[in-house]
């Protein structure tokens, strides 16, 4: 899928649309865990910053979380 999409110019995003639910709004900025998924991953809980809160609080935004925002404009290959 990656050699086609860069012969006809299409943008790739390597990383999981919903970052591990990230922007499904399945954290919270201070460790709360909102689903069963970010209740047993582990490994999720040593990838996210502030920072990243940041980019996805919807208080901190002034809008509605990114999950329920209109589709991305962007292909997601594999989808």
Known sequence: MIPFCLDQGV??????PLARGLLAGNRS???GKH????GS???GDSLYTDEDFDVVD???RGGPPPATCRR????????
Request: aromatic share 12%.
């Open 11 to 16: 943008g790739i995003i390597p990383w999981s």
């Open 29 to 31: 900025r201070g460790g």
């Open 35 to 38: 689903t069963v998924r970010a």
């Open 41 to 43: 991953d582990t490994f």
């Open 58 to 60: 919807p208080a901190d």
């Open 72 to 79: 991305p404009r962007s292909p997601w290959p594999g989808s």
